[in-house]
């Protein structure tokens, strides 16, 4: 366990350094405040430093609090939480002015001092989304540029995995970003802040403005890890700790979604007939979990009267299946301006989210105010249906419209997008109620405790492009599962790509989360679609590991912009390796055992689970794949008693 300190110069300009087991980790910090003036903390005329034990839900060990001042009205502290048992510290900055204080940015740490990391090797800081909009990608960065990260980010040497995790635990007020700038093998400017607003976190305006007598930066979190990969998933549960997940006790989600190959195209008698195929053909031969399929209706439900929901829930139901449905509730489409809010007496005007006077669209909808009755008026009277016919699972869409930065709120006391988006999710969820899966698919990263899983990237069909487009975000974005209970990698299409293609798209969504089919099942789907997926949803040893339904991670950080070639998980006694070609040519790839975390002086026995082939390998392995296509590889160690 690594130990943490910090220490601050005893002269009016006091950065502060943080030290891990002796070492400098980050030199002269300092944080800054805009209030519209800059502040540092190296501004005060006079300053105490207090230290105190203290215990919470991340551990015990010692808090410190710097309290600097010009005269009792105007304050600023800055405290640290040092834990006993961790790999990292916590640290917030709060202003306090009795004439009241207003800012929309918040920065506990910044420096312009040298980062050093190995001159071998390569070094890569993480660039990770605000939302999975727009087919973004995350992107590690090699050093000698500036990045930009939303939430949070990580800075590593690849060669050997060591690296720095920093980003936010709180995401109840801002909207956090991390600036650096590098060079070759040194972070020569690092800060992070509260207070983030561009055109990738889809506003036109800047970061809502918060006021009053004492106002607060996120808490950050700031992590020395051995394993770049370890510090994500820290970092993840140190969230989860602030706001634990969104409970869910049966198991990760089989399932269907109309958005595949029917999207606007659903009916009555094809929803029914996809229904019938499912409970036929797939959930007999292992495309199931805990006995339960869940089949999706996607945006078109609409098309269905009430009494044909009714009767569309209760035939899955006589199916051993639960049925979905599907809900914009901060944005709205294709309506007059005029046109009156369905189960309200609001006009659509009313509603909206203006910048600059303007509505905001975003993807072609219209951004509703999550606060204004008129939007959970709507948000009641749609979720009443929802009950009323029985859905037991909700896909939340294009959410990220209800946490963009507005002139204003109807809630006086809401003025950040992410204060909007908290209270929108909160009523969203307490409308639904708690024994609905809730799914959220365009959405911002955090907050995460609203739903129970999130799409790791966005729409995603069978192309092999698509597919390496996913692993993308499963690359760098894995450790979500850990404040989500589940990803979501999208629905798997089968019908028209080729077969290498169908295997390395159902891997996709095996080894990330959510095992949701894609295609026409119904009378008029095509025989070519309904043979595939027979062939590649109902493979027993890879629905065995859906089942799991925890994600793989990356074995290499050095894709860039692209995913990862191959994923790595342990499961009790077995190990799982997956590789894939994303290439047009066969591709060759080598594995080194202590690298991808097995015993370089132990054998083991591989069995591929596509084509069930069988053989052992000792400290190294070299596969040949076929152009767009994957395997999956079972691991166990011989010799094992």
Avoid at 11 to 19: L, W
Avoid at 215 to 237: C, H, M, Q, V, Y
Avoid at 494 to 501: A, H, I, Q, T
């Amino acid at each position: 366990m690594q130990h943490f300190s910090s220490a601050a110069r005893r002269t009016f300009q006091p950065p502060f350094t943080i030290f891990c087991d002796g070492k400098i980790l980050i030199p002269r910090a300092y944080a800054v405040v805009k209030l519209p003036e800059t502040v540092t903390s190296m501004d005060y005329q006079s300053r105490k430093v207090s230290r105190t034990n203290f215990s919470d839900g991340f551990g015990s060990g010692v808090k410190i609090t710097v309290e600097s001042s010009n005269g009792d009205t105007d304050k600023m502290i800055q405290t640290f939480w040092l834990y006993q048992k961790a790999d990292y510290i916590l640290a917030d900055v709060k202003i306090l002015r009795k004439s009241g204080a207003k800012s929309n940015f918040m920065s506990p740490l910044t420096t312009e001092s040298a980062v050093f990391f190995p001159p071998y090797g390569d070094n890569r800081a993480l660039a990770v989304p605000f939302d999975n909009d727009k087919w973004i990608r995350y992107n590690a960065i090699p050093f000698g540029t500036n990045v930009t990260s939303h939430e949070v980010s990580a800075f590593y040497n690849n060669a050997n995995r060591q690296g720095l995790v920093i980003g936010s635990v709180e995401h109840d007020v801002w909207k956090t970003g991390i600036k650096l700038t590098t060079a070759s093998n040194v972070i020569t400017g690092l800060q992070i802040f509260g207070g983030l607003a561009s055109d990738e976190t889809r506003d036109v305006l800047p970061h809502g403005i918060i006021s009053g007598e004492a106002i607060k930066s996120p808490k950050i979190f700031i992590g020395n890890f051995s394993d770049w990969r370890n510090g994500l998933e820290t970092f993840a549960r140190a969230n989860a700790i602030v706001t634990p997940a969104r409970a869910w006790t049966n198991g990760v989600p089989f399932g269907w979604n109309s958005w595949g190959k029917l999207q606007h195209k659903i009916s009555f008698d094809k929803a029914i007939q996809v229904s019938d195929y499912i409970a036929k053909e797939l959930q007999p031969n292992h495309f199931e979990n805990h006995g339960v399929v869940y089949v999706g209706l996607d945006s078109g439900w609409t098309r269905l009267n009430a009494a044909q929901l009714k009767a569309f829930v209760d035939h899955c139901h006589t199916n051993g299946q639960e049925a979905g449905v599907y809900f914009t509730p901060f944005a709205a489409w294709r309506q007059s301006d005029d046109a009156v809010v369905e189960g309200t007496d609001y006009k659509f005007r009313d509603l909206y989210l203006y910048a600059n006077g303007q509505k905001q669209l975003l993807d072609g909808g219209v951004a509703l105010d999550p606060t204004h009755p008129g939007t959970r008026q709507r948000i009641e009277h749609i979720a009443a249906q929802f009950k009323q016919a029985g859905f037991k699972y909700v896909k939340l869409d294009f959410l990220t419209h209800g946490a963009l930065e507005a002139d204003s709120h109807f809630d006086p006391q809401v003025t950040t997008g992410i204060q909007a988006y908290n209270s929108g999710m909160e009523f969203v969820r307490q409308t639904l109620g708690e024994d609905v899966y809730l799914n959220e698919a365009i959405s911002p990263l955090f907050p995460a405790q609203y739903a129970n899983s999130r799409r790791i990237a966005c729409d995603a069909f069978g192309d092999i492009d698509k597919i390496e487009y996913t692993l993308n975000a499963l690359t760098y974005g894995w450790w979500l599962a850990q404040v989500y209970d589940y990803n979501d990698p999208d629905h798997v299409v089968l019908d028209g790509y080729s077969e290498g293609e169908n295997r390395a798209r159902v891997t996709s969504a095996v080894i990330s989360g959510l095992f949701l089919s894609g295609d026409d099942f119904s009378a008029a789907g095509s025989a070519a679609g309904k043979a595939r997926a027979k062939l590649f949803l109902t493979n027993k040893d890879i629905n065995e590991l859906a089942i799991i339904g925890r994600p793989f991670h990356p074995v290499e950080g050095d894709s860039g912009s692209s995913a990862a070639n191959y994923f790595v998980r342990s499961n009790r006694d077995d190990f799982f390796l997956v590789a894939f070609n994303y290439s047009n040519a066969t591709n060759h790839l080598t594995f080194d055992f202590k690298r991808i975390g097995l015993s370089a002086s132990e054998s083991y026995k591989f069995k591929e689970l596509w084509g069930g082939e069988i053989f052992n390998a000792t400290n190294g392995l070299t596969i040949s794949l076929k152009p767009a296509d994957a395997a999956v590889y079972k691991i166990t160690r011989l010799n094992v008693e």
